[in-house]
C-alpha cells in the first residue's frame, strides 16, 4: 500500500493564470483533502452552482491513509456544498492494476460514493487519468507506467468492470473525467463507453468557451474542468447546458440497456451522443401499444413492429406541432438522415417525412402532395424544399404546401399539382384556386415551341415562353384558339390575359400574332395580320363591323382571304390591303357574286360624304355606289368609264338605279341611273341618254328601234339649251326632231 497521501489530480499540475470564466452553462468546483476549510457560502455567492468532494483512491483511501482526517474533510465538503443549495457528487481517483474495476467501485460506494435521486445529488465520478506514481514502488507494489503498465484494451475492460458494478449498485453509469491527450495515449480509440458522461479537464491559455479536443468516442462533454488557479477554489468546472439539466442530470432517469429505446440510445452514442442522458423514465400507454423515453435534447419512441427511433431539434419540434405519435404523422420509423442539399436532414415517418435545412426551418410532407413532391425529385428537384406544412380549407376540400420555388395545391377528385415560375404568377394574379382556372390538374409541361411551357387548369390553362411571360386563357377564347393550333399554330401564344368590359358583355385576348374576341351569343373568333388592322381602323368591336363571326377563312380567289363581321366582312387578297364590305354596298357586291364575281375584290374601304348622303366602295373592276332611298349598285367597264366623263353621281346622270343589264341587241348592255341611263355595245362603245332625247328614243323602241344604239353623249350648245344626239342610225334632238339615215 503506498505509503504517500491522497493523490492530485494528473492536470492540477497544469496550471492558467487570472479568474475568467466561460460565458456559458453553470459554474462549479472540485475539491479534495487539499482544500480542507472551503467558505462555501462565499463560492455559492461567486455563481457555484455544484461540487464535487474527493472520497476514495483504490481501496484505500482514506480508510488506511489518515482516515479521521479525509473522511472528515470529504463529509464536511460534502455536506457543506449542500447546505448552500449546491448539486454535489462524489469521485474516485482510479488505481486500475492495484485491483479490479468491481473490487473499486465497490470500495467507492461504501465509502460515501453511492447516489440517490433526491434531486441534488449528482452521479459518481470515476476519475481516470495520468498515474501520479508512475516508475515508483512503494511498500512493495510498482505502479507502472503513465497507463499504469496496461494495455488499452486491459483498461477499458477496467472501466466496463467498474461501471456495470456502479449501476448495478447506484443505479448510474458514472461520470468519466480524464484529459484527453492521456486517454488518447492509453487507451486510444476504444469504442463502448461513449455512453458515458464525460467530464475534460483542458486548460486554455486565455479566456475561450471550447473545451478543446475530446477523447476518442465522445463527441460532447457534460463538464469542462476549465482551471485549477481560479475563479473557484480547487479546480473550476462549468456544465454543459442550463441550470434545468443540470437538474435532470442529477436526478438520475435511467435507460434500460437491453430493451429497444435503451439499444437506439446506445446506438446514438448514449449520454455522449446527440440525445444527451435521459430526463424521464420509460413512458408507455402511447397508441398501437407504444412507449417513449425523454433526453436532455431530445426522445425515443418505440412501437411494437415499427421499432424505436430518436427525435430531436427542428424535427422533433415539427413533428410535436402535428401531435407526436398521435398526429398526421404517426410514429418515427427512421433516425433522422442528413447529408441532403443544403445541409439538409430528413427523417421518415409512418405516414410522411419531415425535412429540415439550415436557414428554413423542418416541416412535414404527407399524402398526395408528398407523392407529387417526390415525383418532381423532392428537396433536389425544381421546388427544393417545404416552407410550410400542409395548409387546408381552400375551395372544394382542397390544401396546399409551400415550397422554396414554388407550391403543390390538392384537392379531391384532382389530384396534387406544382406551380413554381412565371406561370405560378400569372395563376396568383388570377386568384389561385378561387380564381377563373380553378385548381392544377397537370404539373407544368415543357417542349413547347420557342422553349415554352404550358400547364393544365380546371378551367383553362396557363402558357409560358421566355420574352413572352406567362398568361392564361380558358372558355371560348380556349377552344377558339385550340382550333387554330394553339402557340404552334397562326396566333402563337398569349400576350395578354382576357379582357373584359368590351360592348355587349364581350372580352377579348392578345396572342402574339393577333387576338381573339368574344361576346355572349356570338362566340369566339381571331382576328390577325390586315384583317385585323383593317378592323382595328374601324374601331375593332365597338366600330361600323363590330364583333368577328367567323375566323379568317381563306382559300378564295387569288389566294384571298375574307372574315365575317357581326355587319360585314373583311377581304383580303395577297399584295395589296385588306378592306371591309358592310350594309348595302356588300349586299350589292355579293348578289354580284363578291370576290369571285365582276367585281373582284374591294380595293376601298366605303367611301361616303357623296352628293345627299351617299357612299361608294371601290373594287378590283369597279365600283359600287349607295345612296339613301335610291339603294347600292355597281358600275364596271365601258359603262363606268362613260358615267364618270359625265361627273359620276355629281353629273348629270346621278346615281345608278340598276346595276348592269345585258343580254340587249349585238350584245349590247346598259345600266340605269337616277336621270337616264348608259347603253354599251361592242364595237360602239358606251354612252348616255336623257331627258326628251332619251324619251324621243324610248318611243322608237330604244336599241331595238331605227335608231339603234347611241354613238355619243348628248352634245349641245353652250347655253345648254338645245341638245342632239347621235345614234347609230341618226340623230335625236332634245326638241323631238328626229333624223334617220
Same mark, same amino acid.
Given at each position: 500500500?503506498?505509503?504517500?497521501?491522497?493523490?492530485?489530480?494528473?492536470?492540477?499540475?497544469? /496550471?492558467?493564470?487570472?479568474?475568467?470564466?466561460?460565458?456559458?452553462?453553470?459554474?462549479?468546483?472540485?475539491?479534495?483533502?487539499?482544500?480542507?476549510?472551503?467558505?462555501?457560502?462565499?463560492?455559492?455567492?461567486?455563481?457555484?452552482? @455544484?461540487?464535487?468532494?474527493?472520497?476514495?483512491?483504490?481501496?484505500?483511501?482514506?480508510?488506511?491513509?489518515?482516515?479521521?482526517?479525509?473522511?472528515?474533510?470529504?463529509?464536511?465538503?460534502?455536506?457543506?456544498?449542500?447546505?448552500?443549495?449546491?448539486?454535489?457528487?462524489?469521485?474516485?481517483?482510479?488505481?486500475?492494476?492495484?485491483?479490479?474495476?468491481?473490487?473499486?467501485?465497490?470500495?467507492?460506494?461504501? %465509502?460515501?460514493?453511492?447516489?440517490?435521486?433526491?434531486?441534488?445529488?449528482?452521479?459518481?465520478?470515476?476519475?481516470?487519468?495520468? !498515474?501520479? *506514481?508512475?516508475?515508483? /514502488?512503494?511498500? $512493495?507494489?510498482?505502479?507502472?507506467?503513465?497507463? =499504469?503498465?496496461?494495455?488499452?484494451?486491459?483498461?477499458?475492460?477496467?472501466?466496463?468492470?467498474?461501471?456495470?458494478?456502479?449501476?448495478?449498485?447506484?443505479?448510474?453509469?458514472?461520470?468519466? *473525467?480524464?484529459?484527453?491527450?492521456?486517454?488518447?495515449?492509453?487507451?486510444?480509440?476504444?469504442?463502448?463507453?461513449?455512453?458515458?458522461?464525460?467530464?475534460?479537464?483542458?486548460?486554455?491559455?486565455?479566456?475561450?468557451?471550447?473545451?478543446?479536443?475530446?477523447?476518442?468516442? &465522445?463527441?460532447?462533454?457534460?463538464?469542462?474542468?476549465?482551471?485549477?488557479?481560479?475563479?473557484?477554489?480547487?479546480?473550476?468546472?462549468?456544465?454543459?447546458?442550463?441550470?434545468?439539466?443540470?437538474?435532470?442530470?442529477?436526478?438520475?432517469?435511467?435507460?434500460?440497456?437491453?430493451?429497444?429505446?435503451?439499444?437506439?440510445?446506445?446506438?446514438?452514442?448514449?449520454?455522449?451522443?446527440?440525445?444527451?442522458?435521459?430526463?424521464?423514465?420509460?413512458?408507455?400507454?402511447?397508441?398501437?401499444?407504444?412507449?417513449?423515453?425523454?433526453?436532455?435534447?431530445?426522445?425515443?419512441?418505440?412501437?411494437?413492429?415499427?421499432?424505436?427511433?430518436?427525435?430531436?431539434?427542428?424535427?422533433?419540434?415539427?413533428?410535436?406541432?402535428?401531435?407526436?405519435?398521435?398526429?398526421?404523422? $404517426?410514429?418515427?420509423?427512421? %433516425?433522422?438522415?442528413?447529408?441532403?442539399?443544403?445541409?439538409?436532414?430528413?427523417?421518415?415517418?409512418? !405516414?410522411?417525412?419531415?425535412?429540415?435545412?439550415?436557414?428554413?426551418?423542418?416541416?412535414?410532407?404527407?399524402?398526395?402532395?408528398?407523392?407529387?413532391?417526390?415525383?418532381?425529385?423532392?428537396? !433536389?428537384?425544381?421546388?427544393?424544399?417545404?416552407?410550410?406544412?400542409?395548409?387546408?380549407?381552400?375551395?372544394?376540400?382542397?390544401?396546399?404546401?409551400?415550397?422554396?420555388?414554388?407550391?403543390?395545391? =390538392?384537392?379531391?377528385?384532382?389530384?396534387?399539382?406544382? /406551380?413554381?415560375?412565371?406561370?405560378?404568377?400569372?395563376?396568383? !394574379?388570377?386568384?389561385?384556386?378561387?380564381?377563373?382556372?380553378? =385548381?392544377?390538374?397537370?404539373?407544368?409541361?415543357?417542349?413547347?415551341?420557342?422553349?415554352?411551357?404550358?400547364?393544365?387548369?380546371? %378551367?383553362?390553362?396557363?402558357?409560358?415562353?421566355?420574352?413572352?411571360?406567362?398568361?392564361?386563357? &380558358?372558355?371560348? #377564347?380556349?377552344?377558339?384558339?385550340?382550333?387554330?393550333?394553339?402557340?404552334?399554330?397562326?396566333?402563337?401564344?398569349?400576350?395578354?390575359?382576357?379582357?373584359?368590359?368590351?360592348?355587349?358583355?364581350?372580352?377579348?385576348?392578345?396572342?402574339? %400574332?393577333?387576338?381573339?374576341?368574344?361576346?355572349?351569343?356570338?362566340?369566339?373568333?381571331?382576328?390577325?395580320?390586315?384583317?385585323?388592322?383593317?378592323?382595328?381602323? @374601324?374601331?375593332?368591336?365597338?366600330?361600323?363591323?363590330?364583333?368577328?363571326?367567323?375566323?379568317?377563312?381563306?382559300?378564295?380567289?387569288?389566294?384571298?382571304?375574307?372574315?365575317?363581321?357581326?355587319?360585314?366582312?373583311?377581304?383580303?387578297?395577297?399584295?395589296?390591303?385588306?378592306?371591309?364590305?358592310?350594309?348595302?354596298?356588300?349586299?350589292?357586291?355579293?348578289?354580284?357574286?363578291?370576290?369571285?364575281?365582276?367585281?373582284?375584290?374591294?380595293?376601298?374601304?366605303?367611301?361616303?360624304?357623296?352628293?345627299?348622303?351617299?357612299?361608294?366602295?371601290?373594287?378590283?373592276?369597279?365600283?359600287?355606289?349607295?345612296?339613301?332611298?335610291?339603294?347600292?349598285?355597281?358600275?364596271?367597264?365601258?359603262?363606268?368609264?362613260?358615267?364618270?366623263?359625265?361627273? =359620276?353621281?355629281?353629273?348629270?346622270?346621278?346615281?345608278?338605279?340598276?346595276?348592269?343589264?345585258?343580254?340587249?341587241?349585238?350584245?349590247?348592255?346598259?345600266?340605269?341611273?337616277?336621270?337616264?341611263? #348608259?347603253?354599251?355595245?361592242?364595237?360602239?362603245?358606251?354612252?348616255?341618254?336623257?331627258?326628251?332625247?332619251?324619251?324621243? &328614243?324610248?318611243?322608237?323602241?330604244?336599241?331595238?328601234?331605227?335608231?339603234?344604239?347611241?354613238?355619243?353623249?348628248?352634245?349641245?350648245?353652250?347655253? $345648254?339649251?338645245?341638245?342632239?344626239?347621235?345614234?347609230?342610225?341618226?340623230?335625236?334632238?332634245?326638241?323631238? /326632231?328626229?333624223?334617220?339615215?
Amino acid at each position: 500500500m503506498p505509503a504517500a497521501g491522497p493523490t492530485t489530480l494528473g492536470t492540477e499540475s497544469l /496550471t492558467t493564470e487570472g479568474t475568467w470564466r466561460p460565458t456559458f452553462g453553470v459554474q462549479g468546483l472540485d475539491v479534495s483533502s487539499h482544500q480542507p476549510s472551503v467558505d462555501w457560502q462565499q463560492q455559492w455567492n461567486m455563481g457555484a452552482r @455544484f461540487a464535487y468532494v474527493k472520497a476514495t483512491e483504490g481501496n484505500y483511501y482514506p480508510t488506511e491513509m489518515d482516515n479521521p482526517v479525509y473522511k472528515e474533510t470529504f463529509d464536511s465538503q460534502y455536506a457543506g456544498s449542500r447546505s448552500v443549495g449546491m448539486f454535489r457528487g462524489a469521485y474516485h481517483f482510479a488505481v486500475p492494476n492495484w485491483s479490479s474495476g468491481a473490487d473499486q467501485a465497490r470500495y467507492f460506494v461504501q %465509502n460515501g460514493g453511492g447516489w440517490s435521486a433526491d434531486g441534488y445529488t449528482l452521479p459518481p465520478v470515476l476519475d481516470f487519468e495520468f !498515474n501520479p *506514481y508512475a516508475g515508483r /514502488t512503494i511498500s $512493495g507494489f510498482y505502479f507502472g507506467d503513465t497507463c =499504469y503498465g496496461m494495455s488499452a484494451a486491459n483498461l477499458a475492460s477496467w472501466v466496463r468492470d467498474f461501471g456495470n458494478t456502479m449501476l448495478s449498485l447506484t443505479g448510474r453509469l458514472p461520470v468519466i *473525467y480524464t484529459n484527453t491527450s492521456w486517454w488518447n495515449e492509453c487507451l486510444g480509440n476504444v469504442t463502448g463507453l461513449g455512453n458515458y458522461p464525460l467530464w475534460v479537464a483542458n486548460y486554455p491559455d486565455g479566456p475561450s468557451n471550447d473545451a478543446g479536443p475530446l477523447p476518442a468516442g &465522445w463527441s460532447t462533454t457534460s463538464i469542462w474542468q476549465y482551471s485549477s488557479t481560479g475563479p473557484f477554489e480547487g479546480d473550476s468546472n462549468v456544465w454543459n447546458g442550463d441550470y434545468a439539466a443540470l437538474q435532470r442530470f442529477a436526478s438520475g432517469y435511467t435507460v434500460n440497456p437491453l430493451g429497444s429505446i435503451g439499444m437506439a440510445w446506445t446506438a446514438q452514442g448514449g449520454g455522449s451522443g446527440k440525445l444527451g442522458w435521459p430526463v424521464t423514465g420509460e413512458v408507455c400507454g402511447l397508441i398501437n401499444g407504444g412507449c417513449y423515453q425523454g433526453f436532455q435534447n431530445g426522445t425515443i419512441h418505440y412501437a411494437p413492429g415499427i421499432g424505436a427511433y430518436a427525435t430531436w431539434g427542428g424535427i422533433r419540434a415539427a413533428w410535436g406541432k402535428l401531435g407526436y405519435e398521435k398526429g398526421k404523422l $404517426g410514429y418515427p420509423v427512421t %433516425n433522422e438522415i442528413c447529408g441532403l442539399t443544403g445541409g439538409g436532414c430528413y427523417q421518415g415517418f409512418q !405516414n410522411g417525412t419531415i425535412h429540415y435545412a439550415p436557414g428554413i426551418g423542418a416541416y412535414a410532407t404527407w399524402g398526395g402532395i408528398r407523392t407529387a413532391w417526390g415525383k418532381l425529385g423532392y428537396e !433536389n428537384g425544381k421546388l427544393g424544399y417545404p416552407v410550410t406544412n400542409e395548409i387546408c380549407g381552400l375551395a372544394d376540400g382542397g390544401c396546399y404546401q409551400g415550397f422554396q420555388n414554388g407550391t403543390i395545391h =390538392y384537392a379531391p377528385g384532382i389530384g396534387a399539382y406544382a /406551380t413554381w415560375g412565371g406561370i405560378r404568377t400569372a395563376w396568383a !394574379n388570377l386568384g389561385f384556386e378561387g380564381g377563373k382556372l380553378g =385548381y392544377p390538374v397537370t404539373n407544368e409541361i415543357c417542349g413547347l415551341v420557342n422553349g415554352g411551357c404550358y400547364q393544365g387548369f380546371q %378551367n383553362g390553362t396557363i402558357h409560358y415562353a421566355p420574352g413572352i411571360g406567362a398568361y392564361a386563357t &380558358w372558355g371560348g #377564347i380556349r377552344t377558339a384558339w385550340g382550333k387554330l393550333g394553339f402557340e404552334g399554330g397562326k396566333l402563337g401564344y398569349p400576350v395578354t390575359n382576357e379582357i373584359c368590359g368590351l360592348v355587349n358583355g364581350g372580352c377579348y385576348q392578345g396572342f402574339q %400574332n393577333g387576338t381573339i374576341h368574344y361576346a355572349p351569343g356570338i362566340g369566339a373568333y381571331a382576328t390577325s395580320g390586315p384583317v385585323r388592322t383593317t378592323w382595328g381602323s @374601324f374601331g375593332y368591336e365597338g366600330g361600323q363591323l363590330g364583333y368577328p363571326v367567323t375566323n379568317e377563312i381563306c382559300g378564295l380567289a387569288g389566294g384571298g382571304c375574307y372574315q365575317g363581321f357581326q355587319n360585314g366582312a373583311i377581304h383580303y387578297i395577297p399584295g395589296s390591303s385588306a378592306y371591309a364590305t358592310w350594309g348595302g354596298i356588300r349586299t350589292a357586291w355579293g348578289k354580284l357574286g363578291y370576290e369571285g364575281g365582276k367585281l373582284g375584290y374591294p380595293l376601298t374601304n366605303e367611301i361616303c360624304g357623296l352628293v345627299n348622303g351617299g357612299c361608294y366602295q371601290g373594287f378590283q373592276n369597279g365600283t359600287i355606289h349607295y345612296s339613301p332611298g335610291i339603294g347600292a349598285y355597281a358600275t364596271t367597264g365601258a359603262i363606268r368609264t362613260s358615267w364618270g366623263s359625265l361627273g =359620276y353621281e355629281k353629273g348629270r346622270l346621278g346615281y345608278p338605279v340598276t346595276n348592269e343589264i345585258c343580254g340587249l341587241a349585238s350584245g349590247g348592255c346598259y345600266q340605269g341611273f337616277q336621270n337616264g341611263t #348608259i347603253h354599251y355595245a361592242p364595237g360602239i362603245g358606251a354612252y348616255a341618254t336623257w331627258g326628251a332625247i332619251r324619251a324621243t &328614243w324610248g318611243s322608237l323602241g330604244y336599241e331595238n328601234g331605227k335608231l339603234g344604239y347611241p354613238v355619243e353623249n348628248p352634245r349641245c350648245d353652250a347655253t $345648254g339649251a338645245s341638245c342632239t344626239q347621235k345614234f347609230q342610225h341618226g340623230s335625236v334632238s332634245d326638241t323631238g /326632231t328626229v333624223s334617220i339615215r
